[in-house]
């Protein structure tokens, strides 16, 4: 059931479910982005660097927060615009097979001067199965009031 701006206020936590990072999530995305580099890509090479595996990409991370963000059914129906990414932090590494869950925690909400719309501050946090956070930041949004949403 999608929140409304009216039904969002702050400190509020929402936390998705889990998903597990594969090799395919990898190379796809190294595919699509053309981030080919070897620390993500190459086996061998990856075990001479200081985690001794490859690494998945950051940006990987970032965007799968959306989508686990999605699954939560918190914003799907009221959500008009991801309005940035701000202070994004990688403060430790993620590795294929890491199950992953997001946190969002609404920081405020306020209504804009059409008043159909507010705009929504959330903190975003990506945590691995050890509750450990590998990344961290705002992802404000635009969403909906209940009012524009049924007219």
Same mark, same amino acid.
């Not at 595919?31 to 080919?36: E, F, K, L, R, S």
């Not at 920081?107 to 199965?129: A, C, F, H, M, W």
């Given at each position: 059931m999608p929140h409304y701006l009216e039904d969002l206020e702050a400190g509020q936590t929402f936390v998705s479910p889990g998903r597990t990072i594969t090799e395919t999530d990898v190379m796809s995305f190294a595919?699509?982005?053309?981030?080919?580099n070897q620390v993500h &890509?190459?086996?061998?090479?990856?075990?001479? !660097?200081?985690?001794?595996? $490859?690494? +998945?990409?950051?940006?990987?991370?970032?965007?799968?927060?959306l989508g686990l963000i999605a699954r939560t059914g918190v914003f799907e129906g009221s959500a008009v615009a991801l309005l940035g990414i701000d202070d994004w932090t990688f403060p430790l590494p993620?590795?294929?097979g890491d199950t992953l869950t997001c946190t969002v925690e609404i920081?405020? &909400?306020?209504?804009?001067?059409?008043?159909? !719309?507010?705009?929504?501050? $959330?903190? +975003?946090?990506?945590?691995?199965?050890?509750?450990?956070t590998?990344?961290?930041g705002r992802m404000d949004l635009m969403v909906l009031t209940r009012a524009a949403a049924l007219a």
């Open positions: 595919a699509w982005t053309g981030d080919n &890509t190459d086996v061998e090479f990856a075990k001479s !660097t200081r985690y001794g595996q $490859r690494v +998945v990409h950051g940006m990987l991370g970032a965007s799968l927060c993620v590795f294929i920081l405020s &909400t306020r209504l804009t001067s059409k008043g159909t !719309t507010g705009i929504v501050e $959330r903190r +975003v946090v990506l945590q691995n199965q050890r509750g450990e590998v990344q961290s």
